[in-house]
Structures are given as C-alpha cells and as structure tokens.
C-alpha cells in the first residue's frame, strides 16, 4: 500500500497562495491516480482536484477550476496542489489519497495521508 505524506499547508491572507505536496512512499505510486481532498471543520470530506497516473488528465472541482492547479512528477513520486487566490472558505484540512481507478470524486482512493493544514483568513 502506498503511503502518503503531505505538507505545504499554512495560514495565509485572502488572495493569497499556496502550494501542497503529496510524497509518496514507493514507485508505484507512479501507477496511481492521485486525488486531493479538503474537510472543514463540521463539514464532510469534499474532492477537491484528481490527476491520472500519466499526469495527462485532470479533475477539478468547480469551486477551486481555475484558481487550484494538480500537478505531478513520478520521478520525484510527488503530487502537487497550487493554490491561487484563496478563499476563507478554503480553509480545511486538505488530504492526499491514492486510487486504483479513477481520478475524479468517484475515483477509488484507498491509500490516505495525514493531511494538511490550510487557513486563510479574510
């Protein structure tokens, strides 16, 4: 099973950015999809963006497409999550998770990290 380590989060101001990586724990995470997800407190757990094993397609979801980027380098076995313009509301815990098929909200992620703290504040 592939283990997950993220890191990057931190407190930020409305507008601001910030960038997440997802560090996986052996190569065949480079045969993984890999998907980011946020929970705020009181909230569910909520898909945020999915990558394909190759890197070649994405999945947003339409509360972050345009202002967060997922990105990928398998020879680095990371996964990366630019986020622009941030929001109050993107304040959660964001995690990483690895699937075995799919990339997107359905996508079946088995393998999860710790996850990461993310504030931004107004």
């Known amino acids: 099973q592939v283990q997950l380590v993220e890191s990057g989060g931190g407190s930020v101001q409305a507008g601001g950015s910030l960038r997440l990586s997802c560090a996986a724990s052996q190569r065949t995470f480079s045969s993984r999809s890999i998907g980011w997800f946020r929970q705020a407190p009181g909230k569910e757990r909520e898909f945020v963006a999915g990558?394909?094993?190759?890197?070649?397609?994405?999945y947003y979801a339409d509360s972050v497409k345009g202002r967060f980027t997922i990105s990928r380098d398998n020879a680095k076995i990371t996964v990366y999550l630019q986020m622009n313009s941030l929001k109050p509301e993107d304040t959660a815990v964001y995690y990483c998770a690895a699937s075995t098929s799919g990339w997107g909200p359905g996508g079946d992620f088995r393998s999860w990290g710790q996850g990461t703290q993310v504030t931004v504040s107004s």
């Open positions: 990558i394909s094993w190759s890197g070649g397609s994405t």
